[in-house]
C-alpha cells in the first residue's frame, strides 16, 4: 500500500522560508504527477504547485515566484521550498501523487499534511 509521508511545517514571520518534504513508500512515486495542495483555514482546499514525471512544473498564480516544486526521485521525496511567505499563506499543506493508467484505473495518493503558519 502507497503512502506518504510530510514534514517540514512550523510557524514562522511574514517574509520567512520553510522547505516541506513528502516521501513515498509503496510505489513508485517518480512516475506519478506529484504535487502540493494546501487547504487555508476557512477556504476550499487549492493547488499549490505540480511536478509532472518528466519534470515540468506548475505553480498557483499567488506563489509563482516565492515558491518552488523540486524532486528527487533516488529519495522518492518531493519538496516545496516556500520564501517570501505571507500570512495569506497559512494553511494545511498536502502532498499528492496522482496517476491515471486509463482503462486500468486511477491511483492518487495523499499525505496526512503539515500545518504551516505565517504569522507576526
Known amino acids: 500500500q502507497g503512502q506518504l509521508v510530510e514534514s517540514g511545517g512550523g510557524a514562522v514571520h511574514p517574509g520567512g522560508s520553510l522547505t516541506l518534504s513528502c516521501t513515498a513508500s509503496?510505489?513508485?512515486?517518480?512516475?506519478?504527477?506529484r504535487n502540493w495542495y494546501r487547504h487555508p483555514p476557512g477556504r476550499e482546499r487549492e493547488l499549490v504547485a505540480g511536478?509532472?514525471?518528466?519534470?515540468?512544473?506548475n505553480y498557483e498564480d499567488s506563489v509563482k515566484g516565492r515558491f518552488t516544486i523540486s524532486r528527487h526521485n533516488a529519495k522518492n521525496t518531493i519538496y516545496l521550498e516556500m520564501n517570501s511567505l505571507k500570512p495569506e499563506d497559512t494553511a494545511v499543506y498536502y502532498c499528492n501523487a496522482f496517476y491515471d493508467a486509463g482503462w486500468s484505473g486511477v491511483w492518487d495518493y495523499w499525505g496526512q499534511g503539515t500545518q504551516v503558519t505565517v504569522t507576526s
Open positions: 511536478i509532472s514525471p518528466t519534470g515540468g512544473t
Open positions: 509503496g510505489f513508485t512515486f517518480s512516475t506519478y504527477t
